[in-house]
């Protein structure tokens, strides 16, 4: 079984009139700057993006970990995303979290009951690091949030 | 010239330039794969870049590291019906892609090259649809060129590509 988006891509490629674009091809090289060499990664919970708000601009994404979860209520105004995060159990004194999109990365301390927050993030890829005195860093996997 | 396993494993081990090299090679397929699926520039820009990502926190887990490029378009594929799945507030992949779409080695350039021969094969419609098709027209504008309703464009595609895919199939029997 060949699928005809392959099919299709093979010849838009031969025919050449859709070239990858440069702009593509340097945000994709620049993502080399995101690599976490030692980092564990957390895998999104496949039931957990749900909403929370009525009118559906808040929603809740759950990522586990050998040891860690992580809860983030991702909301989106005025063209910008705001993350209320909470990472459980408490990380523990001096713990740092990231919150990073391809062009922007924040840093924040956790509270000793565990949450964070950011605001006016690009809408876009989105992945949360803890970094833990002692331990190799948590990563989430990426997310894209729409605008 | 590396190939693409051993780019691979020096990307995981820090290798900058290989990791350039890797998107020099591959990412025009994933480009073309994104726009193939339906996507609009920006958004096809959104699954490429999405797809290296998901590659930078793979990079030593992929099964067969000699079918990156494999892997890299079929994630690109998955992510771009995602991002079509306009009703999905939140884009995720809960897993990363273990098996390589298998169809994917259609990429490959010996097999482009069979493939857009074979397209002059065909007879008429299919000839100039799908070469209008791969030019990245759209069905109103291939409808216009050809004399036939827009709304019989995408339905004599899929016969196309059906006969295509036959001839295709042959070929690769007959080897």
């Known amino acids: ?31 080399w700057r995101l690599r976490l060499p030692h ?9 957990t993006i749900r909403s929370v708000r009525a009118d559906d601009s808040s929603h809740l994404v759950r990522f586990v970990a050998t040891g860690l979860t992580f809860d983030l209520e991702v909301t989106e105004g005025d063209g910008l995303i705001d993350v209320a995060g909470h990472i459980s159990p408490y990380p523990g004194e001096g713990a740092l979290v990231d919150v990073r999109s391809p062009h922007l990365t924040l840093t924040r301390r956790i509270t000793p009951n565990g949450h964070f927050a950011v605001t006016g993030l690009p809408p876009g890829w989105l992945s949360v690091v803890c970094h833990r005195p002692g331990h190799l860093p948590v990563q989430t996997t990426w997310v894209r ?3 | ?14 290798d900058r330039s ?31 870049q999405g797809t290296w990502l998901r590659l930078l926190q793979h990079l030593r887990n992929i099964r067969d590291p000699g079918a ?24 995720s992949s809960s897993e990363a892609v273990t098996e390589v779409d298998p169809a994917a080695v259609v990429l490959e350039a010996d097999d482009r090259q069979l493939l857009w021969k074979t397209v002059s094969t065909l007879n008429e419609p299919c000839r100039s649809l799908l070469q209008l098709v791969a030019l990245d027209l759209g069905n109103r504008q291939v409808a216009s060129r050809l004399g036939m309703p827009a709304g019989s464009v995408g339905p004599t595609k899929a016969r196309c590509l059906e006969k295509l895919r036959t001839l295709i199939s042959l070929q690769e029997t007959a080897q």
Not at chain 2, 72 to 89: C, G, Y
């Open chain 1, 1 to 31: 079984m060949i699928n005809d988006e392959y099919f299709l891509a093979a010849l838009r490629l031969e025919a050449g009139t859709d070239p990858i674009p440069l702009r593509v091809s340097s945000s994709s090289r620049d993502v």
């Open chain 2, 18 to 48: 290989a990791w350039d090299e890797l998107e020099s090679r591959f990412g025009p397929r994933m480009w073309a794969v994104a726009r193939a699926c339906g996507l609009s520039p920006a958004d096809a820009a959104d699954a490429v």
């Open chain 2, 68 to 91: 990156v490029g494999g892997w890299l378009v079929t994630t690109v594929r998955r992510e771009a019906f995602l991002l079509l799945r306009k009703d999905l507030p939140v884009v």
């Open chain 2, 1 to 14: 010239m590396r190939d693409s396993a051993e780019l691979l494993t020096a990307a995981a081990d820090g």
């Open chain 1, 39 to 47: 980092a564990v990664t957390a895998t999104q919970e496949a039931t």
């Open chain 1, 145 to 147: 949030i729409r605008p």
